[in-house]
Structures are given as C-alpha cells and as structure tokens.
C-alpha cells in the first residue's frame, strides 16, 4: 500500500499518518504538513498501527498494552526480520520489550553475530582478530524510547520507526540502515508511567483535543506519570539499577553491547529540539574520539533538520556528567550515547505562549527525523564507530594497568553483606569483580582470603573509575563560571548532582592500589550467601546490627519470632557487642526458630552465633531492661500531595523491597480520618505540608506521639515540624548567615560608610535575606553519636548525600540529640561541590535529630536518606528509625 508522506529527498524519514489528526488541527497547518510530504512504498502485508490496536500515529496517546500488542504483531508479520524480546517485567506487570530489525540473513545468525559483537566489546579473548571482526560486524544502534512515561512522542515515534524500518520498498536510506546495522528499538522504558499519564489524559479529555495548557487532560495529578510504580526517575537510575525497569534495559545492553545508543525525552513545550553535542561539563573518563563522534552525529542531525524547517538547540542545559542517565551509562561502557529531547504537547495539542500549536505528531515526526537519521549516520560511518569502540575498550585496560589505582579493594569491616550487595551491583554493571584465593598483608593490615578485588584494568574500566572513586572531577573553568555566576544570583548551569562514589554512600572503606596485590584472585559472580549453620544455642543468638540484620529481624519478625534489641553495649563470651545488637531467646520462641532463622540467614547473609550462657562479663546483661522487644511495626507512609513523589516512592521502595517492610501508603487528605492508634509510626517524606496537616489533625498526630508513637519527617518536612506554629521539633532552619529563621530577618549586611577607597562590590549588592547557599547534590562527611540507637550498625563517620538548601540549628540537650552533624570545614567535603558559604555554614550542624515526646519520638532528617535508593548507609539510619523507634 502507498501512503503520501516524504520529501522526494528522503531527507526526512516517513511521516506515515501525519494528517491523522487534522480534526484536531487547524486547517491550515495540516495543509503545510501535507505539502512537504512525499510517497513511499510500502509492503502492505506489515500491518499498520491503526490496522492493530484502531488508530494511527498522532491521532490517539497510544497505550503501553496498544504498544506491546502492536510490536508482536509486527514481529509476527516479519518474523525472517525481526526478533522480540522480552527482557523484563515492571511491578505492575508490564512487558519490558526490546524489537530487533536487521536482515533476514543477520537475523538468521543473530546468535552468531551476538557474539562477534561481545569479542569487539573485550580484547583479551583469545584468538580475537578485530579487522576481521570489524570487517563483518554490523553497527548496532539502539533506540531508547519514554523512560520518562508522560514524555509521549518518543514511544510515538518508536511505533513508526519499526513499521517504516519494515514496510517501506522504495527508500534508499531505510536500504542502507539494514545494510550495514541493526537496530534495536525499546519502544517504552517505562510502562507503567505511560499508563498513568494514559489513564490520566483520557480521564480529562475534552469532546476534542483541548490545547489549553491547563486543561484536564494536560493537568496531571499527584505523582504524574514521570515516574515507574516507585516513582522513581527511571533516567537516573542506570547504574544504581533499583527498578527491573532498568535491570532488565542494562541486561540487554550488556548481551548486545551497541555502538550507538540513543534516549528518546521530552521536554517543556515552549521549546524546540535538543541533540547533542551535549552542555558541559562532560564526564572527564568521555575519551576526544567519543567527542568527534557526537560532533558528527550532531551535524548530520543538523542536516536533516535544516532540511525540514526544523528548530533545534544544541550544547545547552543537558550535559553527560553523572553516568546515570541513558546518554552517559552506554558512553561509559565505549558507545556514543546522545539524548534527543523535544518540547512536549503533554497530551493532543498544546497552544504554546506566542499562539502557536504544538501537536502530539509534531514529536513523533521530529523524533522520527532524529532517530532515522542517527541510524543511517551510523550506518554510514559503521567500520569508524566499531574501530572507536574497540579503541575505546582497548584502551581503557591499558589506562587502568599505568593507572595510579590499579585495584580497589572492598573491605568488609563487620558488614559483609553490604559489600556483597555493592559488588553485586558492580556485576550487573557489566563490571568483573574478583576476590582473593589467600590472605594478604596491605597498608599493615591482613585482608582475609575471599576479600573483594576490582581491576581497573578490564574493558569497563572508565565506568569502574565513575563509580569507585571518591570524586569524578568538573572542569575547573566550568566550576569557576559557576562560582562568578552566583555571585550575580544567576541560576549555576549545574544539571544533576555533582557526587555519586558508590564506596562514599554504600559506607565501605575502599584501598585503592598502586600496585595489584600479591595474592592469587578468581572471577567473583554473585551467588547467594553461603551460610554456616545456625550454631546451636541454649539461651539466644546475637546477630550484629547491619544492613543485612535488619533485614534478617524484619522477616523473623514477620514470621512471629521474637526479637528484642540490645539499647546499651554488652559483653560477653569474650566479644563486644555494640548498641543495637539484636537478641534472639531460645525461650518464648518457636521450637523451629533455628530452622527459620537459618532459612532467612540463608537469603541476608547476616552474622549469627549462638549462646549457651546469658551471663555477660561487662556493660547490660540480656535480661536488663535495655534489652528491648522489637515487633513488627504498623507503618503509615505520607503519600500523594503535597509530598514529594520521589521522596514518597525512595521512601516505600527501601522499606519494602529492601527490608521487608510494608507501610500502608496514605493519602495527605485522609489523615484526619485515620485511628493512629492502629499505626507505630508515621513517615512524612520531604513536602510541604503547611496548611495540609493542621488543626486537629496536628493535635491528634502530637498526642500520639506521646502515647508512644514514632514520627519520621524527612528533608521539607523537617523544616515544616519546626517553630511555634507546628510544635513538633524544638529546633529552627537558618538563613544563609547563620540567623534562626524563626526570629525573623538576618540584619541587613553592613554598608561601608562613604569614601573614596574602593568598596567590596560582591558584599555590598548581598540580600539582606536568603536561604543558605544551595548544595549542588554533594557528598559530605558527618559526625556520628555512635551511643545512640538511632547509629546502630554505623561507625563514627558516615558520608551523606545533600542536595538542597536546608541548614538547622544544632537541637538543645533539654530537648534531644543530635544523631549526626555534618564534620567540621577541613573534612566536611567528601566528593563533589560545597560553595565556600556551605563550607562554613554546616559544620556542626545536624543530618539527624532525635527529640523524645512523652514515651515518643520525633526523628527528623535534613536531607533524604532514601536519595535514589543507592545510598546504603544513611537507608539504614532511615530503616532504623522505623524498626527500632517503636520500641525506644
């Protein structure tokens, strides 16, 4: 069948359908997009979308279930072309799907060429002849599509790439793409978002398309459709690999390793087009080939949009620095990774601000342009991309054997299951891991055999240096610029956050060699932990407080065993146990607690010895009153606004699924229904909540708190506990000059009395009053209270992720503790970027406050603990608030 879509050029890939939606366009506009479109031929027995699921491109959002019904019916339609996998599940159950297009031939001998493309991917194979390799292999492009589900062109765009991809006959471009690459297209990363943001518009819709920008159906309520089902921001999330989303997406890349990869965004609809090259500041492990490459992608893409009318932007707002996103994780590995963002109709149509309409296929004819256009770009520069590709990885293990850090050693210091979880992650990261086959004598230290090894020198070398090193360094003139940017009050040109060391936020002491150590190591793969029996015990068993206990206690706990928790140190048997130590009596328990507790070990890993005598040689005995029982505590999560949905979903996600716990997720607007009696405690995620919990409700929530309840307030919701007007934490926020906010004002800056010498320009303009200077998403080092319970499993010094602009004075002994307070300035920055202002305005003031109320307590954190879900120490410091407060 024909359809009349391209320019004769081709320039343009199809614009299939683009008249769909001329019911909801205006006559003239559908008239110009008719006029510069031209025919192709196609193989009518591919079967069109609006054949399958009732609609064509643009004329309706299509669903995530439309979508995976529509690619099986493509990949039925040309099964000698394609192949369609399915490389995951989300948590509400959607397929995860990833479409390859190449030749029948290639498709014939996928297996084959699958691992060509790993022999490219890794020089040190034996018997690698990388000309011949080169000579053979096609280039392997991967268009990402959506990770962001309201972002909706993108997945749009995915529907007609695939069909173009395989009906057209007659376009010389689509030929040479299948040529000499194959094609990989996700056509939505994030399922589940998109059925938000679906069910979401469809609700609202008008009788036709509203372009109003604040109508229904462009309106979303609380948490939007951005986010998966733990509301997570799925483009932040590639290394950290929380979500199956993206455990399932980096699997895949790792088995096909692609050249090319591309993330598909949307962005406000008041702009244009975004392509690479991309904002600085780059990641500095970004190598000058990688940089040409994006420069040449970046003129092509110029090309086909100055052919077409297209507006554009390049090298502003969207750089590559964390290598978390979907541009700089595959750039990482040795790919060219480019983000394409465009502006966003969020629904149908949308009327922007100078008149104009912007339209749901006017992003899927973009992206479309885009994407086809970096195929064949790829397709044409196939033998340079795969020769840099190997370059790349070639060179990243000759870097890593003249490097000054040729291996990073984890040490387990009481806490072995943590550093199985980071190794772990590090694997899936397609990052080789190894342990030793000895004991080894380092720094005048034995590291016991079995210990873990990462060589920098491997394939994945550049990623391991972004994810092991204390600091990945911006540029000196790009912070510079920053730094004289603020001192005008114009916004910093800072992206994301500027700090992420996994050994930082994971807790664990890392030696970094000069030299590779001098035992015998073998490959390290994850397994599951390999437990010693459960000894036998007459009185209790004592498991050390850690990560993997608490997970160990919350599902004892779940399984009706008793478990109490030692408040004070102890000794006994010769061993030292600390605060938080968590006892297990034989009495009162189960006859099959070892049984259940060896199951449970079996999965956590958690230390456990056993006793035969309760008798303890120093500090409280096991049957003292400081030995408190724990249960299984009732947990009530803030949730919908005017919480923050990420805070929400960090929140929910580290309590279920890292430890087991399952709070009952609550709307804001419900609580002055709920009986609190029924809860032990009640965490409010960071939001702003003046005005949403008040009255009686706040009454009731302080009376429950002295009844013994426990509340958690995080990052805003800790400013909002505090003053007069809330009552609930006895403390203040600051201005940026140290004055508690409570008290009104700072006074204004002194203003130097005329004269004829020169005055201080930058103090001079300085307001009067401000917030603290913002924390560009930094790590700092903190001071712990390892006395408290609050710091059970935790040394004395614990990295904390901040980001934000909060500062809280130091809370008075009369009325509680400060669990952790940022360390003084000459150690307080651990990786990233502190602003002199922040370097001395945080020393000594506090992460973690606990204020006892009545036989409660009030546990507040200044940032979130919960941050992306990577941040393993400080998700502890949360998870003990939730499991051990009940019980203090």
């Keep these: 069948m024909r359809h009349a879509r391209l320019r004769p050029d081709h320039r343009l890939v199809s614009g299939l359908m683009a008249l769909a939606f001329v019911s909801a366009v205006p006559a003239a506009v559908a008239q110009d997009r008719r006029a510069t479109l031209a025919d192709f031929r196609y193989d009518s027995t591919i079967p069109t979308l609006k054949q399958v699921v009732g609609h064509d491109h643009g004329e309706e959002v299509t669903s995530p279930e439309e979508i995976a019904v529509y690619l099986r019916a493509l990949a039925a339609a040309a099964p000698s072309r394609t192949r369609l996998i399915e490389y995951g599940r989300t948590y509400e159950g959607r397929p995860l799907l990833l479409l390859a297009i190449a030749t029948p031939a290639r498709i014939a001998a996928l297996d084959t060429i699958k691992q060509d493309l790993r022999r490219l991917a890794d020089p040190r194979l034996p018997g690698i002849d990388a000309e011949a390799l080169i000579a053979r292999t096609p280039v392997v492009v991967a268009l990402l599509h959506s990770v962001h589900g309201n972002e909706i062109s993108p997945a749009g765009a995915a529907l007609l790439e695939a069909w173009h991809l395989l009906a057209a006959e007659n376009d010389p471009r689509t030929t040479a793409i299948l040529k000499d690459a194959i094609v990989l297209i996700d056509p939505l990363q994030n399922p589940d978002g998109r059925g938000r943001f679906v069910q979401s518009t469809r609700t609202g819709?008008?009788?036709?398309?509203?372009?109003?920008?604040?109508?229904?159906?462009?309106?979303?309520?609380?948490?939007?459709?951005?986010?998966?089902h733990y509301l997570f921001d799925l483009n932040r999330d590639w290394f950290a690999q929380t979500q199956p989303e993206s455990r399932g997406r980096v699997a895949a890349l790792l088995e096909w390793m692609p050249h090319v990869v591309v993330d598909l965004h949307e962005m406000g609809g008041e702009s244009t087009f975004y392509f690479p090259p991309s904002a600085e500041p780059g990641n500095r492990h970004t190598t000058p080939s990688q940089y040409a490459a994006l420069e040449m992608f970046g003129r092509s893409l110029a090309d086909a949009f100055d052919t077409r009318g297209f507006p554009y932007f390049t090298r502003e707002v969207f750089d590559a620095f964390y290598p978390g996103y979907g541009v700089s994780w595959p750039i990482a590995q040795g790919a060219i990774g480019m983000t394409f963002e465009k502006s966003s109709a969020r629904g149908l149509a949308y009327r922007r601000d100078d008149g104009t309409l912007l339209t749901y296929m006017d992003g899927i004819v973009e992206h479309f342009t885009a994407a086809m256009t970096t195929a064949h770009t790829a397709a044409t520069h196939r033998e340079r991309l795969l020769r840099e590709f190997v370059a790349f990885r070639r060179s990243a293990i000759d870097e890593g054997q003249r490097s000054t850090v040729r291996q990073y050693v984890l040490l387990a210091n009481g806490d072995p299951g943590r550093v199985r979880h980071l190794a772990t992650l590090l694997h899936r990261n397609g990052i080789e891991v190894q342990q030793t086959t000895a004991a080894a004598t380092l720094q005048g230290r034995t590291i016991p055999a079995g210990t873990l090894v990462v060589p920098h020198a491997q394939p994945s070398g550049r990623l391991v240096r972004n994810l092991l090193d204390e600091r990945t360094e911006m540029p000196e003139d790009f912070v510079k610029a920053q730094a004289a940017r603020r001192l005008r009050r114009l916004p910093d040109q800072i992206?994301?956050?500027?700090?992420?060391?996994?050994?930082?936020?994971?807790?664990?002491?890392?030696?970094?060699?000069?030299?590779?150590?001098?035992?015998?190591?073998?490959?390290w793969t994850p397994t599951a932990p390999t437990p010693a029996p459960v000894p036998s015990a007459r009185v209790a068993?004592?498991?050390?407080?850690?990560?993997?206990?608490?997970?160990?206690?919350?599902?004892?706990?779940?399984?009706?065993?008793?478990?109490?928790?030692?408040?004070?140190?102890?000794?006994?048997?010769?061993?030292?146990?600390?605060?938080?130590?968590?006892?297990?009596?034989?009495?009162g328990n189960p006859a099959d607690t070892a049984a259940r507790l060896a199951t449970i070990v079996s999965t956590t890993g958690a230390e456990i010895v056993g006793l035969d005598s309760g008798f303890t040689e120093t500090g409280i005995s096991l049957g003292s009153g400081q030995v408190r029982a724990l249960k299984a505590p009732r947990v009530l999560l803030a949730w919908d606004a005017p919480t923050q949905s990420l805070s929400a979903g960090w929140a929910r996600y580290v309590l279920e699924r890292r430890f087991g716990i399952v709070p009952s997720a609550v709307r804001v607007g419900t609580l002055p229904r709920v009986d609190l009696t029924d809860v032990d405690v009640v965490v409010l995620p960071s939001g702003a909540y003046a005005g949403?919990?008040?009255?009686?409700?706040?009454?009731?929530?302080?009376?429950?708190?002295?009844?013994?309840?426990?509340?958690?307030?995080?990052?805003?919701?800790?400013?909002?506990?505090?003053?007069?007007?809330?009552?609930?934490?006895?403390t203040s926020a600051e201005w940026k000059d140290g004055t508690p906010i409570k008290d009104g004002p700072p006074p204004a800056p002194a203003r130097p009395a005329a004269t004829t010498q020169p005055i201080d320009l930058a103090r001079a303009i300085e307001p009067a009053r401000e917030l603290p200077t913002l924390v560009p998403g930094a790590i700092a080092n903190t001071v712990v209270d390892t006395e408290h319970w609050l710091a059970s499993g935790l040394d004395d010094s614990v990295p904390v992720s901040v980001q934000g602009q909060r500062v809280f004075s130091p809370i008075t002994l009369d009325k509680g503790r400060n669990v952790l307070v940022f360390a003084p300035k000459d150690r307080l920055v651990a990786s990233g970027i502190f602003w002199e202002e922040s370097q001395r305005q945080l020393p000594g003031k506090p992460y973690l406050m606990h204020q006892p109320t009545g036989r409660g307590h009030v546990i507040a954190f200044a940032d979130d603990p919960n941050n992306r879900a990577f941040a393993e120490a400080t998700q502890l410091l949360f998870l003990n608030a939730v499991l051990l407060g009940p019980a203090m």
């Design 205 to 228: 819709r008008a009788s036709r398309p509203d372009a109003f920008a604040l109508s229904a159906e462009h309106d979303e309520p609380w948490p939007g459709g951005r986010a998966n």
């Design 495 to 523: 992206y994301d956050v500027t700090a992420w060391s996994l050994p930082l936020l994971y807790d664990i002491e890392t030696l970094r060699l000069a030299q590779p150590i001098d035992v015998g190591t073998t490959p």
């Design 541 to 587: 068993w004592l498991l050390p407080w850690s990560a993997s206990t608490a997970s160990t206690v919350a599902a004892a706990l779940d399984q009706g065993v008793k478990v109490s928790v030692a408040g004070q140190p102890l000794t006994i048997g010769g061993r030292t146990w600390p605060v938080g130590t968590a006892v297990v009596r034989v009495a």
């Design 692 to 730: 949403a919990i008040g009255g009686d409700t706040l009454r009731k929530l302080k009376d429950w708190i002295s009844a013994g309840g426990t509340l958690v307030v995080i990052g805003e919701a800790t400013r909002w506990a505090l003053g007069d007007a809330v009552g609930l934490l006895g």
